[in-house]
């Protein structure tokens, strides 16, 4: 990684107008499907901030030489700008015959970040360093070197702020090494998305008691009759179940819960319909996201039921990934979604 220091500068800093524009004209602004490689026909190439300064001090330096006729300013003049050009070469060169695969991310809760993992391609013999991932919503601009031969993941973090599906943003990929004269970039928008989750209700509220609707196979919480143990009050714990003598006899700052045995182990339904009147839409699947949370949590076998939609009663990563998801993607009735 050291060897790309000198190509490790903001990149955010380095946008201009002209990235927007070379952009338009790639004609490219949807997501593209499968891998994308880094060619000539979209590689794209300019002086730096440094590169301009750099430029003014030649011009520079070759009029005083002309004026003064300097053979040795004519010869450094000669010498800098032909490095220059050099560095316009392997900078390009950096990014070019580079593959891009697009990967997945792991479903987050609204206000979480979230990673879409994107894996590079470097199938020439030559290494490549310090280039740079960027994209609107990420939280850090991302640095990697990729060996010759080799592939190499970055982690695409973006911020999250409403439940659904999220389109990961389009993305820069750029370089300025080796001298930081130049910077070569790209464009691509991958053809992948991110599930998104409501945001869970907090503090939460207590998991529903009532009885199922006739006809779903859903019953009421079965009688506790043994106490089985006490342990600390988690979100999702009957508050009438806590222990209060214990409390008080142990001088615990914790709350304690009573868990019971011996009864019939009841299952639970979790139903937009049965939730107050008073809750709006959003509110009503964090209070829902919550309850699939805690209900796991406990044990308890639960259903979910979203308008015409039932899923359950079960229990296990794979029924809590579908509730979850079809509370990520619902739309309430009479929104046109």
Same mark, same amino acid.
């Given at each position: ?8 500068? +903001?990149?955010?800093?380095?946008? +201009?107008? +002209? ?6 004209m ?16 979209? !590689?794209?190439?300019?002086p730096?901030?440094p ?21 040795? #300013? ?5 010498l ?14 950096? &990014?070019?015959?580079? +593959? &891009? ?16 993992s !994107?894996? !590079? ?12 991932f ?10 990697? *070197?990729?060996?010759?031969r ?19 943003? %389009? ?7 080796? &001298? #930081? ?20 209700e907090s /503090?939460?509220?207590?998991? /529903?008691?009532s /009885? ?16 089985a ?7 999702? *714990? ?8 214990? !409390? ?6 914790t ?14 339904? &979790?139903?937009? %319909? *049965? ?7 959003e509110a ?5 996201t ?15 039921s ?9 229990l296990?990563?794979?029924? %809590? ?17």
């Open positions: 990684m050291s060897r790309g220091a000198s190509g490790r500068g +903001s990149t955010r800093a380095g946008r +201009s107008w +002209s990235d927007e524009f070379l952009a338009r790639m004609g490219r602004t949807g997501p593209v499907a499968g891998d994308h490689a880094l060619t000539r026909s979209n !590689v794209f190439i300019l730096s901030r590169g301009l300064l750099c430029a003014v001090v030649l011009l520079a330096m070759l009029i005083a030489s002309i004026n003064y006729s300097l053979a040795l #300013g004519f010869a450094l003049t000669f800098i700008t032909g490095v220059a050009l050099v560095a316009m070469l392997h900078t390009f060169r950096n &990014l070019s015959t580079l +593959s &891009l695969r697009p990967g997945r991310g792991e479903p987050v809760f609204a206000g979480e970040l979230t990673e879409a !994107v894996t !590079v391609l470097n199938p020439s013999r030559l290494e490549r360093f310090a280039v740079a960027d994209a609107p919503g990420m939280a850090r601009t991302e640095l990697i *070197d990729i060996p010759c080799a592939e190499q993941r970055v982690r695409i973090a973006l911020e999250t702020e409403r439940r659904g599906w999220l389109q990961v943003p %389009r993305l820069t990929i750029s370089s300025t090494f080796p &001298l #930081g004269l130049w910077r070569a970039w790209s464009y691509w928008q991958p053809a992948q998305r991110v599930l998104v989750y409501p945001r869970p /503090p939460p509220a207590p998991l /529903p008691e /009885p199922a609707a006739a006809g779903t196979g859903i019953g009421r919480r079965g009688a506790q009759e043994d106490l143990s006490i342990h600390a009050y988690r979100p999702g *714990d009957n508050p009438r179940h806590i222990a209060w003598k214990a !409390v008080a006899r142990t001088g615990s700052r709350l304690l819960v009573k868990q019971f045995e011996g009864g019939e182990r009841g299952e639970l339904l &979790l139903s937009w %319909r *049965d939730l107050p009147a008073q809750l709006d839409s009503r699947l964090a209070r829902l919550r309850w699939v949370l805690s209900a796991e949590a406990s044990g308890t076998p639960y259903a979910l979203l308008g015409a939609q039932t899923f359950g009663p079960d296990g990563l794979a029924h %809590r990934a579908r509730c979850l998801e079809a509370l990520a993607t619902w739309a309430p009735p009479g929104t046109g979604a």
